[in-house]
C-alpha cells in the first residue's frame, strides 16, 4: 500500500491491513509474529524474501508494524523502537551535530526536556525554550543559522495547549529547520502533522497506539523530506540500525495488535473526556478545567480546525482545596489508578507536580501543585463520573 497516494483508504482500514496482510505460506490471517535474531542465507550475501539478515537491521514483524504506522499517520516510512524516548535520541541524533541549536514547545514532556538538557548537552548541542506555544513566540527564539530542529507537542502535557503545526512549520521551513511533533497525545486518530508541514513525527506507542498498558515502544514517522542532501529516512534508518535500540518482534506484535482498534478506541476516549470535561466544570469543587474541548479553552477553535473527530482523552484541573485536596482525591478514586503513563483502556490519574512533571520544580516550567491529571479510559460513562464524584467529595471532607 503506497499511503502517499490519493485514492488512500479510510484511516480505521489502514490501521487494521496496511503491514498486516495475511501469511503467504500458511494463510494465517494474523501475520505470525517472527522471534528470532537472525535469518539463513541461501548462499553469501543471498538472502529469501524481504531480504532480512539480522533483526537488529530489520524483522518482519517490526516491519509490518512499521507499514502500518506509516499507513496511520500519512508518511512515507516509519521506523519503530524500543520506547518513545529511544525514538526520539535515535531521530535527535541522526539530524545534529555539535553546534546544533534546538528550539523546544514550553510544555514538551519531562523525558525530552531531560534528554536535552543533561544528554545532548554534553555532546555541544543546546536549546532554548519557547514562553508559549505561539509560532511567532518560536520564530523569535529560532537563532540563524543554528538552530536545526523545532520541538513541538500539541496538545501539550499536562495544561494541553494547542499550537498552530502549519504555522510552526512556516517557522522552521524559514530557518532551514526540521519541525518534529510529539504526536503521542492527538494520536494518529485525531491529528496528522506530516500533511500540516512537520518533517518528521514521534510517538510514544506506550500509550495510544500500544493503547492496553502491556508494552512500552516508540516511533519515527517521516515523508519525502531531505536533510543535509539525503532522504531523511535514510538518516533514521541509519541512526536505528547503528544505536540498535529496536522495538522487538512480541513488542512489535502487541503494538501492531493496539494500533487496529485505535480509531474506535479514541471515539471513546474523547466522548468520555468531553462529557466528564463539561461535568467537572459545572461543579462548585472544581477551581479550574483544562480540557481543548470546552469553548473557553484558549485554543479550543485552532483545536476543532486541526484535530479530526475529537479532542482527546487527557484532560487536567485543580479541585478546590488546593495541593492536599489534589492528594486526597488521587488517593480516592477506584476506577481510575494512581499512575504515570496515559492512553491506556484503562483510566489513570496523577499529579503531574511531584509525579510526570518532578523534574520541573523549581524552574520556571514548573506545574501546579493542585493540578490532576486525567488519562481518561474507555469504561462506561457512568462509571467514571460515579467514582469522580465519589473521591472529590473525598477531596472536600478529608482536604
Ligand atoms: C510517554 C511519552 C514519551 C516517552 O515515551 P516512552 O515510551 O515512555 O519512552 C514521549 N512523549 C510523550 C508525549 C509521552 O507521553
Known amino acids: 500500500m ?9 484511516l480505521a482500514t489502514r ?16 501475520p505470525p509474529i517472527y522471534q528470532t535474531s537472525t535469518f539463513v542465507q541461501d548462499g553469501v550475501n543471498e538472502f529469501r524474501t524481504g ?21 496511520v499517520e500519512c508518511g512515507t516510512r516509519a521506523f519503530a523502537f524500543a520506547s518513545g524516548m529511544a525514538a526520539e535520541d535515535a531521530l535527535l541524533r541522526a539530524v545534529l551535530k555539535p553546534g546544533d541549536h534546538i528550539v523546544l514547545a514550553a510544555d514538551v514532556y519531562g523525558g525530552t526536556f531531560r534528554l ?35 520541538w513541538l507537542e500539541t496538545p501539550s502535557n499536562p495544561l494541553l495547549r494547542i499550537a498552530d503545526i502549519a504555522a510552526w512549520a512556516q517557522v522552521a521551513d524559514a530557518a532551514g529547520a526540521l519541525l518534529v511533533v510529539d504526536n503521542t497525545f492527538a494520536s494518529p486518530a485525531l491529528q496528522n502533522p506530516l500533511t500540516l508541514g512537520a518533517h518528521a513525527v514521534v510517538h510514544s506507542t506506550t500509550k495510544y497506539i500500544g493503547g492496553h498498558s502491556d508494552v512500552l515502544g516508540g516511533a519515527v514517522v517521516v515523508g519525502n523530506t531531505e536533510w543535509n542532501g539525503q532522504p531523511l529516512s535514510e538518516l ?11 522495538a522487538g518482534p512480541f513488542d512489535s506484535f502487541l503494538a501492531a495488535r493496539g494500533l487496529k482498534t485505535l480509531p474506535l478506541r479514541m471515539e471513546r476516549h474523547c466522548s468520555n473526556a468531553l462529557e466528564i470535561a463539561r461535568w467537572l466544570r459545572s461543579r462548585e469543587d472544581v477551581v479550574e478545567v483544562f480540557y481543548p474541548g470546552l ?5 479550543h477553535d485552532l483545536a476543532t480546525l486541526t484535530l479530526n473527530g475529537g479532542y482527546g482523552g487527557i484532560i487536567s484541573f ?61 469504561e462506561d460513562l457512568q462509571d467514571h463520573l460515579a467514582d469522580l464524584d465519589q473521591a472529590l467529595a473525598a477531596a472536600q471532607r478529608e482536604g
Not at 555532546?123 to 523545532?150: C, I, M, N, Q, Y
Not at 541512526?239 to 529496536?246: H, K, L, R, T
Not at 469553548?295 to 485554543?299: D, I, R
Request: contains cysteine; charged residues 20%; glycine residues 12%.
Open 2 to 10: 503506497t499511503v502517499t497516494d490519493f485514492s488512500l483508504p479510510g
Open 51 to 71: 531480504g532480512y539478515e539480522y533483526s537488529r537491521g530489520s524483522n518482519p514483524t517490526r516491519s509490518g508494524f512499521e507499514e502500518q504506522l506509516a499507513a
Open 236 to 246: 533514521i534508518g541509519f541512526q536505528q540500525f547503528a544505536g540498535g535500540a529496536v
Open 318 to 378: 485543580r479541585p478546590r482545596g488546593g495541593e492536599a485536596a489534589a492528594h486526597t482525591f488521587v488517593k480516592s478514586t477506584r476506577l481510575y489508578n494512581l499512575s504515570v503513563s496515559l492512553g491506556g483502556v484503562e483510566s489513570l490519574t496523577c499529579v503531574p507536580h511531584n509525579m510526570t512533571h518532578g523534574s520541573r520544580v523549581g524552574t520556571p516550567h514548573e506545574v501546579p501543585k493542585d493540578l490532576v491529571r486525567l488519562s481518561v479510559g474507555i
Open 295 to 299: 469553548e473557553e479553552h484558549p485554543g
Open 15 to 30: 490501521a487494521i491491513h496496511a503491514g498486516q496482510e495475511p501469511d503467504a505460506t500458511t494463510g494465517a490471517v494474523v
Open 116 to 150: 536535552v538538557d543533561q544528554v545532548l548537552s554534553k555532546w555541544g548541542v543546546t536549546h532554548s525554550f519557547v514562553p508559549s506555544a505561539s509560532a511567532d513566540d518560536a520564530s523569535a527564539t529560532v537563532r540563524a543559522g543554528e538552530t536545526k530542529v523545532l
